[in-house]
């Protein structure tokens, strides 16, 4: 079965950027039928869906935070990563990426999730 896992540094300061990897095992990023997305989840809140890279290699961000997110792709290594700059206090989260179908788009498979904190 496919398998995704993040990676990356787990304490970030304010005003630097968060910058995630999530390496595919099981899979290909390059399949046709999914893409792929970053999710996180506050202390105490719900998910936010943060945005996803096609296939193709284009990119769809959350409006909340587009301004400061950009996703992309490695398909050599089989890995696609996030980078969220002027980070927050507020940015602190679980940070998921997930397989998305996209006929259905439903997340089928997730990774464990990875810390971050942002504080100095």
């Known amino acids: 079965q496919v398998q995704l896992q993040e990676s990356g540094p787990g304490v970030v300061k304010p005003t630097q950027t968060v910058s995630l990897t999530c390496t595919i095992s099981?899979?290909?990023?390059?399949?046709?039928?999914?893409?792929w997305s970053w999710i996180r989840q506050p202390p105490g809140k719900g998910l936010e869906w943060i945005g996803y890279i096609a296939v193709s290699g284009r990119t769809y961000y959350s409006p909340s935070l587009q301004s400061r997110t950009s996703i992309s792709r490695d398909t050599f290594k089989n890995q696609f990563s996030l980078q969220l700059s002027s980070v927050t206090p507020e940015d602190t989260a679980v940070y998921y990426c997930?397989?998305?179908?996209?006929?259905?788009?439903?997340?089928?498979?997730w990774g464990q999730g990875t810390q971050v904190t942002v504080s100095s």
């Open positions: 997930a397989r998305v179908t996209n006929q259905a788009g439903q997340f089928d498979f």
């Open positions: 099981g899979g290909s990023i390059t399949t046709n039928t999914y893409y």
